[in-house]
């Protein structure tokens, strides 16, 4: 007969806290990253029509979140992103762009591609064969 699974950490009220290395996983986290951006070409290439806009904003994507293996299609918040760097986020496109961004926008058009056509709709890149 065995013996029951031993738990880790602490009771109180009877819930049990589970104890975590946060350093550890945050450690691991950014080695799979790396490695997932290694087996897929480091960084998406931005396409010379997108080197406008989107490609400033990609900029301070990469600058906020502090990667560099991200592309124009990849979601802030989906990337590390939380609402306090996106308030960090919405001011330096303010400051960069020198048009006003709320932070509503950043969750509603969470990607480099998405805020860029959001600013500048005339800058958008057209569907091919449009």
């Not at 994507?61 to 939380?82: E, K, M, Y």
């Not at 996106?86 to 058009?109: C, D, M, N, S």
């Amino acid at each position: 007969m065995s013996s029951p699974p031993r738990r880790t950490g602490s009771s109180r009220a009877g819930v049990w806290y589970e104890k975590r290395d946060h350093l550890a996983l945050t450690r691991l986290a950014e080695q799979r990253r790396s490695e997932r951006g290694a087996a897929a070409g480091v960084a998406e290439a931005v396409p010379e029509e997108q080197s406008g806009t989107a490609g400033r904003l990609l900029a301070l994507w990469r600058t906020t979140l502090g990667r560099t293996d991200l592309g124009p299609h990849v979601n802030f918040f989906d990337s590390g992103g939380h609402s306090l760097l996106g308030a960090q986020l919405v001011q330096r496109i303010e400051k960069t762009l020198g048009v006003p961004v709320r932070l509503t926008g950043l969750f509603a058009h969470p990607t480099p591609l998405a805020m860029a056509e959001h600013l500048d709709p005339d800058a958008a890149p057209s569907a091919p064969g449009a």
